[in-house]
């Protein structure tokens, strides 16, 4: 679909200039000066004299973290985009010619994707009775794209709990499989046994 002409020219003017971006928040502020898409200066603030220690090292440990998450993504999307998948499993007609895994940031924007597999397929199904995107790869259940969500919501979580549920909560056959599910046990049976 092509954009109207005055439109396409006012996005051409507005893309090269400098632009500045503030984010006032309760607890903390933001600035952006932005040229084209590049970055020259970006920086959070506080209220120096309302804040404590503890405000700015939670701001901080906030900042880092989100950080530390994106570039998680982007070494995970990195990866991703240099893997071939052989011809024999894409079904491929011509030999030796390979496919590429699809791009995570892609899929991480599309709607089915954002639940547990087959959620809203029937209605009012409970979802702690699906799989997540992990055990149906793991189950060798699902094609590229599935392939690639799991990789992507290890990579987002770090193997951590998906639900609001606290280990205190958990019987002990759900905290055995969530352990299963996140430490190579079978590598470390004294941890087993604990």
Same mark, same amino acid.
């Given at each position: 679909m092509? *954009? ?38 970006a920086?959070t603030?506080? $209220? @120096?004299?309302?804040?404590? *220690?503890?405000?700015?090292? /939670? ?5 880092? /973290? ?19 998948i ?5 079904g +491929? ?5 390979? =496919?590429?895994?699809?791009?995570? #940031?892609? *899929?991480?924007?599309?709607?089915? #994707? ?32 599935? @392939?690639?969500?799991? *990789? ?7 193997? #951590?709990? #998906?639900?609001?549920?606290e ?9 055995i $499989? @969530?352990?299963? =599910?996140?430490?190579?046990? =079978?590598? +470390?049976? $004294?941890?087993r046994?604990?």
């Amino acid at each position: 679909m092509a *954009l109207h002409p005055r439109l396409e020219r006012k996005i051409n003017e507005f893309l090269p200039t400098h632009r500045l971006g503030v984010d006032l928040g309760e607890a903390a502020g933001g600035l952006a000066l932005l040229h084209h898409s590049n970055i020259l200066h970006a920086e959070t603030f506080t $209220d @120096f004299h309302e804040a404590t *220690l503890k405000t700015r090292r /939670t701001l901080r440990r906030a900042r880092r /973290t989100r950080h530390t998450k994106k570039m998680r993504l982007a070494r995970l999307r990195s990866w991703i985009l240099r893997q071939r998948i052989p011809s024999h499993i894409t079904g +491929a007609e011509v030999k030796n010619s390979h =496919s590429r895994l699809p791009d995570p #940031y892609r *899929l991480m924007k599309e709607k089915k #994707y954002w639940t547990l597999p087959g959620l809203f397929e029937v209605k009012g199904q409970n979802p702690e009775n699906l799989p997540t995107w992990i055990d149906k790869a793991k189950a060798g259940e699902v094609d590229a794209e599935g @392939f690639v969500i799991a *990789l992507t919501h290890i990579f987002q979580k770090r193997g #951590y709990k #998906y639900d609001d549920k606290e280990f205190s909560d958990f019987d002990d056959s759900r905290l055995i $499989d @969530f352990m299963d =599910s996140c430490a190579m046990l =079978s590598e +470390a049976p $004294d941890m087993r046994k604990a």
